[in-house]
């Protein structure tokens, strides 16, 4: 799960990294009053979460209130990236001698968390790292051991940081990695990291504060977390994703017009492979589960369907929990539900508990421009051509 930044910098500030004051705001009104707390000079910035949104015009300093008024009732609304602004963060505007970039990641090749540290802050890390290499320190920790401070000397060092600067830049990364590891994120960055040119309170940091936050959770461990899984914006989220979350579905939207759905992700995944074997382009990953209810394909038929571009349906199911009969009611039963927008041709694969069964329901209930295959490779061959000929098929 994505923070907004400002989200991201609460949950800094909880595990007390230095961040700017700032208040959210959904309206000009709200903007103008938060201004009031925060005063002038501030910053108008756009919580989206996508990158580049000073270049896109979404981070404005405003001197005075008919400035923050222009700059809010221009930043919101607008169209970042394909996302839409409805809020924005007013921040005390701050003072900046220097930009660096701190980031940890979870590299899953290495199985542990990557700690990255660089003075070249403020920038597309992505080109420091393409183009200047020597100047992204990076590190792997062991989560046995954890962040220590000779590996924050080591960054520090490695990036060329100043001699006074090395020991508030290994305390910053330390505290990072505190929330990293506390919070069970996937990443989190900040990009800049500033050295303040103003006075600041002391502190471990120096005159280090966090002005942007990113910050990606680990959605499988939000139970453990209520106070992070209530920062949740459903209506941020893909429509046919967060239907298929309400559902209690295991979906992914992808690019495609060939919409999958199996039961087990491995065989997803593999139905997903073989699809695109045969040339065609999967529109989604759709894992209904092991033990699948009619109910369940019922939810899953119209999860896949919300998707416009999907031109053919096709199911792969290998019947062990899941019975294949279970299987073709359910799709019965979609088609009893859904009649009226079912426009596409489905093809159908059952293998397993109860097949014979299962396509005994299916040639009984005669559904139209339903399509039975008894291999997966059969299935996928005629679910491409089918979206290839488009929905009379």
């Known amino acids: 799960m994505d923070l907004l930044e400002y989200q991201g910098k609460q949950l ?28 002038f000079p501030c910053v108008v910035k756009a919580q989206v979460k996508i990158g580049g949104r000073g270049k896109a015009g979404g981070i404005k300093v405003a001197q005075n209130g008919a400035e923050l008024e222009e700059h809010a009732g221009a930043i919101l609304g607008m169209d ?6 409805g ?15 701190a980031s940890i990641i979870f590299d899953r090749s290495a199985k542990a968390p990557l700690v990255m540290f660089s003075m070249q802050g403020g920038m597309d890390i992505e080109a420091v790292a393409q ?24 960054l520090a ?10 020991r508030p830049v290994g305390a910053f990364l330390a505290r990072l990695y505190d929330v990293f590891v506390g919070e069970e994120a996937m990443l989190v960055e900040v990009n800049p990291l500033i050295v303040s040119g103003g006075e600041v309170e002391p502190s471990p940091f120096g005159p280090m504060y966090a002005l942007d936050a990113k910050v990606t959770l680990d959605d499988n461990a939000l139970f453990r977390h209520p106070e992070n899984a209530e920062l949740r914006d459903p209506s941020a989220e893909d429509p046919e994703e967060q239907m298929a979350h309400e559902r209690g579905l295991t979906y992914v939207k992808l690019d495609g017009d060939i919409g999958i759905l199996g039961n087990g992700a491995g ?35 119209e999860v896949i369907l919300a998707n416009a571009s999907v031109k053919a349906v096709l199911f792969n199911i290998f ?4 019975r294949c009969d279970e299987v073709a009611n359910g799709l019965i039963a979609a088609f009893a539900q859904l009649k009226d927008r079912i ?8 293998d397993g508990t109860n097949d014979v069964e299962g396509r005994r329901i299916l040639a009984e209930a005669a559904l139209p421009n339903v399509h039975t295959a008894r291999t997966m490779n059969e299935a996928a061959e005629r679910v491409v051509a089918l979206a290839k000929e488009g929905p009379a098929a």
């Open 319 to 322: 019947g062990g929990i899941t």
């Open 131 to 154: 183009e200047t290499p020597e100047l992204l320190a990076t590190l792997h920790v062991d989560p046995l051991i954890g962040f220590q401070d000779f590996h924050g000397r080591r």
């Open 87 to 101: 809020e924005v963060w007013i921040e005390a505007a701050s003072q900046i001698a220097a930009e660096y970039y």
């Open 267 to 301: 065989l997803v995944m593999s139905t997903l492979d073989v699809v695109a074997h045969f040339g065609g382009a999967p529109a989604n990953f759709l894992d209904a589960g092991g033990g699948s209810k009619a109910e369940a394909i019922t939810s899953a038929v």
């Open 157 to 166: 060092y490695a990036a060329g940081v100043p001699g006074d600067q090395v």
């Open 12 to 39: 800094f500030a909880r595990h007390g990294i230095p961040v700017p004051s700032g208040v959210p705001a959904r309206t000009v009104a709200d903007a103008v009053a938060a201004a009031g707390t925060v005063g």
């Open 80 to 85: 970042i990236k394909g996302f839409t602004v």
């Open 343 to 350: 426009a596409v041709p489905f093809v159908v694969r059952l």
